[in-house]
């Protein structure tokens, strides 16, 4: 089977090398430096003691220096696996979150023509380059030293220049590469008036775009026509280039990033320029575009928090309260951003030639977490003197919460919200508060509360979420185990499940990712050598779950559906209601929004368990629950 252009290379892209390598290893934790993407092992391939097994998680690759074995994630899969290439790559996609195309037999073909079209773009690097020492050059030189540019920075990032003229195609088709070629890679323009092709970048200073790999896949070029129509122009989509999915001077940040501790992401090229002149080696930036989620994961390839540093305008502020709505879906335990707000009017570079490196420095050291943006968007300039506002204000900051997928974060992100909230429609309570050590909505809450407050009705109605869910979730991922083909039917709904219970949180990842292999062998052995343990034996141990007769292998295949299906739709309804219950617990002023709100998340609980097999030993807690939260609602215990 042949697979398309580019897939492979977005599949290593998107994988870390170190998390495949570490489910058969223990890392040397003396030799190995995580920061800097350096792994150190005893060989998985050969009997030994000492860690000579090499991981580089910047470049992909291991190397063992005592057997000299050697390759990337792909082949260290096919050999620790015993699987074909086809097997491996569908198994690392799926990790990836990636589905594998359908075969196509001309792929060899494409890529064939991606080689030459690479060939034909480091052509036109050197080209470019030479052009700007010669004499046509020379307002393009200026601009350089004026922007205080040395030359070694400019051979570094091998800056050159286009002259106004169709020098480029010319050169290229002396250099034997076709009229097709030329303009297929982006570099010449077919004319709407039927005349010859003509050069996409003419009159411009250039800069060279590479991918991770070093290859050259695109440019940008800048304007020295004051008059022009566009300042900065880049190449067009190519088989090459996905402007998305490409970062400025990526590979070269990523290395230093390792070294540095940090990944700084600027707006434009000469940002960056300017930044590595000043000892930033770790910048990057996006190509003219607002920030894709793409981007976000090569970034977060090459580290956990990156520093998104945008201009004080109101262009720049703009453009990180958008940011902040494409990182929320993927914001995982570890992986976040942080912001440096430039000086209103100032660049990096004219900040570091205002005031220094150590300005920007400081700047970088002080940037905020994205939840302060989130925060400053939803209510600056706003006055919140009225409950409706009060409710809106609300509503907004809960359909935000809702796009954080990682049931962790978006708790901390909701107990965050809520010390803001209170802070802001009940100021002085909040001091009140600091100052006596306690919260606000307890300061004058007796230590043993009554059982007609709020607060212990809540408590009681939530408690010990961990095991009632812990039956649910052990019920649904047993039910996977014994109908691998169900589970990848529900693989959607099981990707995006809530678990209360960490280590079965573990088992539901493992799952997913043994899915691909499930077919044809034991489902449950797959999984079990992923998590070091016999799997079914632990979800067996709970007394409902091993019961239950529609989890069973032999069980029918309609009934086994139904009951998992089931279960996961009271998972999230439960989970939801837990949500619900907490933020009503932050409550200091209950009103009928919140009546509705609870009554919402019942109803959730009530549409789920109508779903339900009959299976008392399964939904005993779940019922149990929703019903004492029902009484909650129907006897309004706030007003008394």
Not at 111 to 135: I, P
Not at 339 to 344: D, G, Q
């Amino acid at each position: 089977m042949s697979l398309p252009d580019g897939f492979l290379d977005d599949l290593r892209t998107r994988l870390s090398i170190a998390d495949v390598v570490a489910r058969k290893v223990t890392w040397d934790a003396r030799k190995s430096n995580p920061s800097k993407g350096d792994y150190w092992a005893p060989c998985p391939f050969h009997q030994e003691k000492t860690a000579s097994f090499h991981v580089d998680d910047r470049k992909g690759f291991y190397y063992c220096f005592g057997c000299h074995a050697k390759g990337d994630a792909l082949g260290f899969v096919r050999e620790t696996e015993n699987l074909g290439f086809m097997e491996a790559v569908k198994l690392l996609a799926a990790e990836a979150g990636m589905p594998v195309p359908a075969s196509d037999p001309r792929a060899a073909e494409r890529e064939a023509k991606r080689a030459t079209l690479v060939d034909v773009m480091e052509a036109a690097v050197q080209h470019y380059k030479l052009n700007l020492s010669t004499a046509a050059a020379q307002g393009a030189r200026t601009y350089l030293e004026q922007r205080g540019l040395s030359p070694a920075i400019i051979e570094h990032f091998e800056i050159g220049f286009a002259p106004n003229s169709n020098t480029l195609s010319e050169h290229l088709k002396d250099k034997g590469f076709e009229e097709a070629k030329i303009i297929e890679a982006g570099l010449s323009i077919k004319s709407d008036r039927g005349g010859p092709p003509y050069d996409r970048f003419r009159g411009r200073i250039i800069f060279p775009i590479r991918d991770q790999r070093g290859r050259a896949i695109a440019f940008g070029g800048r304007s020295l026509d004051p008059d022009a129509r566009a300042k900065y122009l880049n190449s067009p989509e190519t088989p090459l280039f996905d402007k998305g999915r490409s970062l400025y001077n990526f590979g070269p940040a990523r290395a230093a990033a390792g070294k540095s501790g940090a990944l700084v992401v600027a707006e434009g090229y000469m940002d960056v320029i300017a930044l590595h002149q000043a000892g930033f080696a770790h910048a990057v930036a996006p190509l003219g575009t607002a920030i894709t989620a793409d981007q976000l994961g090569l970034m977060w390839r090459a580290h956990p928090e990156p520093i998104i540093t945008l201009d004080g305008d109101t262009a720049g502020i703009r453009a990180a309260m958008r940011l902040i709505d494409v990182a929320l879906p993927l914001l995982e335990p570890g992986k976040s951003l942080r912001f440096a707000i430039m000086p209103e009017g100032l660049d990096p570079d004219d900040l570091i030639k205002s005031a220094g490196a150590s300005a920007m420095q400081d700047l970088l050291d002080s940037a905020r977490p994205m939840v302060d943006l989130l925060w400053q968007r939803e209510t600056e300039g706003q006055v919140f003197d009225s409950p409706e506002r009060k409710a809106l204000l609300d509503k907004n900051l809960r359909s935000l919460l809702n796009k954080i997928e990682d049931f962790s974060i978006k708790s901390h992100y909701g107990q965050e919200i809520k010390n803001r909230r209170q802070g802001l429609f009940f100021p002085q309570q909040q001091q009140q508060g600091r100052k006596s050590g306690f919260t606000p909505w307890r300061k004058n809450a007796p230590q043993n509360a009554l059982p007609d407050t709020k607060n212990s009705l809540l408590a009681s109605a939530n408690k010990g979420p961990e095991a009632e869910a812990r039956v649910r979730e052990s019920a649904i991922l047993l039910g996977c185990l014994n109908h691998p083909d169900l589970a990848e039917k529900l693989e959607s709904q099981l990707e995006r499940l809530p678990y209360l219970c960490p280590d079965l949180r573990q088992i539901g990842n493992a799952l997913l990712n043994a899915l691909p292999e499930a077919v044809g062998q034991d489902f449950n052995a797959a999984v079990s050598i992923k998590m070091g343990y016999d799997v079914a034996d632990k979800l067996l141990s709970i007394r409902q779950v091993a019961s239950n007769f529609h989890l069973r292998p032999n069980a029918e295949k309609d009934l086994a559906e139904q009951a998992l299906s089931a279960d996961i739709a009271r998972q999230f309804a439960i989970v939801g209601i837990i949500e619900e219950m907490r933020d009503a617990e932050a409550e200091t002023d209950p009103d009928e929004g919140l009546t509705w709100r609870l009554k919402e998340a019942r109803n959730a609980v009530h549409d789920a368990n109508q779903g339900a097999l009959k299976d008392e030993d399964n939904s005993e807690d779940d019922r149990e629950a929703a019903d004492k939260l029902q009484s909650f609602i129907d006897g309004k215990i706030w007003e008394k």
